[in-house]
């Protein structure tokens, strides 16, 4: 949900956030380089089946907390944009480094008005079960880490996302993205309660480790990031399901041939526990596809 729209915005950010990293030549880590912050508007272009083209505007704030070179370049990133099926997405989001990188703080708030292809539940469903599925969606996510040893922190994540105004459209879509005559199948999906089918929020918090040996959170160039997180959603933090999430996110970045050319892979693995509600369930590709799921 949050890979594909900023596209343009990682492409651009790339040799902005790059720039004044790293030690400076002849700089040992004792020098003070100057405080530098950075504000870069960025236009975000894209397509997607589902919505069409969509355009709008965001910026990018950075900048190095501090006068050390150790700690690495935060950054807080703010975008809107919009589609031809009136999709529309408003989105601050930020990575934050302390002074010697003692916390670390990396979080989101978003509001979604989203289309879907809605398929169904489980391992085995059709392409003929295509059907458009409009709702909202907002979420605020926010983690607080201290550092435990050099390049690893340890601590808390909140996770807050609620979904409403569910609008399944009529009929159902064919392979080319035309309408066909039948029912929407997420009235029908047997696997989708009555209750699923109205508004309803998932709440939940849990411990999260980090080990970062990134040279930048944004726009990596080298290093490898693993990140484990457990989160337990329940009554007892306002969720109206009961279930734990196990992540896994693990990245690898590094030069290959010259410095303007970068391997970067990532592992992603999502893994439930109890009740968990259709749109909290893990999308085969998510937010790896670069679509409008989460």
Known sequence: MRI????????LGCSLVGQGQGLPGGATKDSKPPKRLTILPIPVLFYQQETGVGYGLG???SGRLGTDTITRSSNARVQYWTTQQSQNLLQFVHTIYSPGEKFYLNGEISSYKNRLYYFGVGNEVSNSSRSFLDFNLFIINQRFQKSIAKNQFLGLQYRFSRVYNIAPENGRVNDDGDDIPGTNYFYQDPRVDQRQRQN??????????????????????????????????????????????????????QRIF??????????????????????????LGANLGGTLYD
């Open 4 to 11: 594909f729209p900023l596209l343009m915005a990682a492409l």
């Open 59 to 61: 910026g990018l704030l």
């Open 200 to 253: 309803f929020g998932v709440s939940g918090v849990g411990p999260v480790y980090t080990f970062d040996s990134r040279d930048v959170a944004l726009g990596a160039s080298k290093g490898n990031l693993l990140d484990l997180q457990v989160m337990f959603n329940g009554k007892f933090v306002g969720s109206d399901y009961n279930f734990v999430r196990y992540q896994i996110d693990a990245r690898h970045f």
């Open 258 to 283: 010259s410095d303007k050319t970068i391997l970067a892979l990532q592992y992603l693995g999502q893994f439930h526990s109890g009740d968990v509600p259709w749109h909290a369930l893990a999308g």
